[in-house]
């Protein structure tokens, strides 16, 4: 197969899904000798551009999983701005919290079909949760890039011994699931789709971060305590803090975090498909 370059696409407010399809991308440009054109999906600028791949290059998609499907509200961007031109090799990859990835991988392999992209490959990796300092702590490890890079050194051989693309073999033809439901401490529902970030202004140094990295653009710039959008609870700016001013109080959301933190502690391990 003749490749003149690879493409990054990342939604990533948090990072941990940048430095996994970083990786694999690094991995295979030494390898194939190619160049690697990074996009970061996260900034709302960059979501509003369509992106038109050719057959001669290698895509790789990420995604975190949000209630074991792709971010509901970002769907719609990784539909209408990724466009393949008929047999554009692409990696999906979906990262998760160590819960679950539910149909989240192959709710990506399926949009990247039907965006004229044939998946050669497809990974499920896990970061640390984006709503807890404890689940999932330190990964992707070194165990984590290990296997990630020996799943990376496959992929570039069946890249350089096939001479077409051929598409990996899943299960296309049952409906997805829904999403998933969240669940409390006492495994009722959870629901905190209204839940916000607050700030501790006594904290806050009004330097800015968090309204630069909303990937949603929802935090006002004159008063950066105000969230006047969308908040898809995605953690971005608690995380880029400087102060640790940014927080949520919600019940419900916290409730959730216990449960998550109780229920999943034992390791899960990546999953990997690729072309036979």
């Known amino acids: 197969m003749v490749l003149r370059q690879i493409y990054a696409l990342y939604f990533s407010p948090t990072g941990g899904t940048e430095k996994i399809v970083s990786s694999i991308a690094d991995t295979l440009s030494r390898l194939l000798e190619l160049p690697v054109h990074s996009i970061d999906f996260t900034c709302l600028e960059n979501r ?56 989240a991988l192959r709710e990506l392999l399926l949009l990247s079909e039907e965006n004229g992209c044939i998946p050669v490959a497809a990974a499920a990796m896990i970061s640390q949760h984006a709503f807890s ?24 051989q069946l890249l350089k011994d096939d001479s077409t693309a051929v598409a990996i073999d899943y299960d296309r033809a049952t409906p997805l699931a829904p999403y998933y439901t969240p669940l409390k401490a006492d495994l009722t529902p959870a629901r905190f789709l209204k839940a916000k970030p607050l700030t501790d202004l006594q904290k806050c140094s009004h330097c800015g971060l ?67």
């Open 133 to 156: 300092d404890t689940l999932a702590i330190g990964r992707p490890d070194i165990q984590d890039f290990k296997k990630l890079n020996f799943f990376s050194k496959n992929i570039a």
């Open 210 to 276: 968090c309204v630069r990295k909303c990937p949603m653009n929802s935090i006002s710039e004159e008063n950066v305590s105000k969230v006047t959008g969308v908040c898809i609870k995605c953690q971005a700016c608690i995380k880029i803090c400087p102060a640790h001013a940014k927080y949520f109080v919600d019940e419900a959301f916290l409730s959730h975090v216990e449960m998550l933190e109780n229920t999943y502690t034992e390791r899960k391990e990546p999953t990997f498909i690729i072309t036979n």
């Open 48 to 103: 509003q551009k369509e992106y038109h791949f050719s057959n001669d290059s290698l895509v790789i998609i990420g995604t975190p999983v949000y209630a074991g499907r792709i971010p509901n509200k970002i769907l719609p961007d990784f539909k209408k701005c990724i466009v393949g031109a008929g047999h554009t090799p692409v990696i999906p990859v979906c990262v998760y919290g160590n819960r679950n990835y539910d149909e």
